[in-house]
């Protein structure tokens, strides 16, 4: 699938921690239809086989709506379900021995917090770059923070989109403006809400505001 910077708009990663009775597959169609441009599966305590087979439950919708699908860290399993592509953290594989596991047609994407991990996570083959945190988040407790200073000269040093992550919510986003990002990353700000989809509608049109691109 072909990556550009209208898809980093509005970045949401799942996490079942709000589920509330429902599923995670009706949660992401919710925030597809509020207007979510990309989705990355997390799981950390899911063993292979039960997140293959939820990986290509949340595939079936992300294709339906042919939204951008990619796996967090878990190369095996994006690989097993075809999924987009692969997201990896500075203690995960690097984008170049990543890409070519997962060859030279799929999204990689990688966490980055200075403009040296920036910088190299370009050369190695990344395709965005998620970056932050940048504000508190209680999704992460253990994140480093980036400063909106720092999170603009990343953005001037590099060349492929970028999404910022971290805390981001409907009272913070606007300080994102003039950041040079192409979009927000978000978690908690629309899966924690009791109405995901009205959430997301609110925080694609911040988004939409923030960003120095035509949408």
Request: with cysteine; glycine share 6%; net charge negative.
């Amino acid at each position: 699938m072909k990556l550009d910077r209208k898809s980093m708009l509005l970045y949401a990663i799942t996490d079942r921690t709000w589920l509330k009775g429902t599923t995670l597959a009706s949660q992401v169609e919710d925030t597809i239809k509020g207007g979510a441009t990309f989705i990355q599966l997390r799981e950390k305590n899911m063993d292979f086989d039960e997140f293959v087979t939820e990986a290509k439950v949340i595939k079936e919708i992300t294709d339906k709506y042919n939204i951008p699908f990619v796996i967090n860290d878990n190369i095996d399993v994006a690989l097993a379900v075809n999924s987009d592509g692969v997201h990896v953290g500075q203690d995960d594989m690097n984008a170049k021995d990543v890409r070519k596991l997962i060859g030279k047609d799929k999204i990689i994407g990688v966490s980055v917090q200075t403009v040296e991990q920036a910088i190299l996570a370009e050369q190695n083959g990344a395709d965005y770059l998620g970056v932050g945190s940048v504000f508190p988040t209680s999704t992460k407790t253990d994140a480093n923070y980036v400063s909106i200073k720092q999170l603009k000269e990343i953005s001037k040093s590099i060349s492929i989109p970028i999404v910022a992550i971290g805390g981001i919510n409907e009272n913070n986003i606007e300080k994102l403006r003039e950041s040079g990002i192409d979009g927000i990353c978000v978690i908690s700000a629309i899966f924690s809400k009791p109405d995901i989809l009205e959430a997301t509608k609110r925080l694609r049109k911040l988004s939409e505001g923030i960003v120095d691109y035509e949408i």
